[in-house]
């Protein structure tokens, strides 16, 4: 069995004293270091998270760009598309105009044309009429 005397209180202290001797040289350094590791870590941790965010940022960024270019783009198309109408529009008003009025320069020429030869064919009924009645009865007037 363990016995209590006097030496008991020298392992005590010796005890003690190796504890206060191995915190000082071991185990303050070790938590020194342990601490340090730790706040490394948080501090890359924090790091990689802010790279994070803002890789994120820019990839949003990225994509809102593209939309917005692309709406701008459609927008620009559709304007194009729209004036490109527009003139095609007024190129066959100008074009059908145009053409209501040579059909109406034809159409003023051939009623001329018409009068004139009806004009001219009714001078020569009364001839025309002899001629064709001599034809037919065979006589001559």
Do not use: C, H, W
């Amino acid at each position: 069995m363990v016995e209590i005397n006097g030496t008991i209180l020298i392992q005590i202290a010796n005890f003690l004293v190796l504890i206060f001797v191995l915190n000082i040289v071991l185990y303050k350094p070790i938590r020194s270091i342990l601490r340090q590791r730790k706040e490394r870590m948080q501090g890359l941790e924090a790091s990689a998270q802010s790279t994070g965010r803002q890789a994120e940022e820019r990839n949003q960024a990225y994509t809102d760009g593209l939309k917005e270019a692309r709406l701008k783009g459609q927008k620009e198309k559709e304007a194009l598309m729209k004036a490109a109408k527009d003139e095609e529009q007024a190129i066959v008003a100008k074009i059908n105009a145009k053409g209501q009025q040579e059909l109406s320069a034809v159409k003023e020429k051939i009623a001329k044309d018409t009068d004139a030869v009806r004009n001219a064919l009714e001078k020569e009924v009364d001839a025309f009429a002899s001629a064709i009645s001599q034809k037919i009865l065979g006589r001559t007037a």
